[in-house]
């Protein structure tokens, strides 16, 4: 499977506090405020851009998100995220590997509900190791949505 690191996913309790932080202290530029709505996951996040790094700031107002956040604290990096030019080939790689891909919440993802709210079509694999997750966008279109999000 081709991957290539894109971001991680950091929480945050106030979203617009965490911007404007990292803005000052790190001259990131940070696109506009985003909405990701679906299945009880409900968030507000941005993306942070350092040069050519991005990491995204993400604040759950609803759904396991929201209860990790109230668990854990915030600040953490629970999500690692890669992009790849085929998504139907790495779900295809990873179902042949024993490795059932997953939604956001989750559930299994079935081959043809790739989409998300974003656009972009993604996958997660199932956690193994406490709640840090990996996430695989494909390529193309999140580098659109990135565009996109900062215009």
């Not at 499977?1 to 940070?30: G, Q």
């Not at 993400?58 to 990096?77: C, F, R, T, Y």
Request: proline share 4%.
């Amino acid at each position: 499977m081709e991957l290539k690191f894109s971001h991680v996913d950091v929480l945050v309790n106030n979203l617009d506090e965490a911007c404007t932080y990292y803005a000052h202290i790190l001259k990131a530029r940070i696109s506009r405020t985003l909405v990701w709505e679906r299945g009880g996951l409900h968030v507000r996040y941005a993306i942070a851009l350092i040069g050519q790094e991005r990491f995204m700031l993400v604040q759950p107002l609803a759904g396991n998100l929201k209860e990790l956040l109230d668990a854990s604290g915030e600040g953490m990096i629970y999500r690692h995220c890669y992009s790849t030019p085929d998504i139907e080939k790495a779900y295809d790689e990873l179902m042949v590997a024993g490795v059932q891909p997953e939604d956001e919440n989750g559930q299994p993802l079935a081959r043809a509900n790739l989409q998300s709210p974003s656009g972009a079509r993604i996958i997660w694999l199932p956690k193994r190791f406490g709640h840090f997750s990996i996430e695989i966008l494909e390529e193309k279109a999140l580098e659109a949505f990135v565009e996109d999000a900062f215009s």
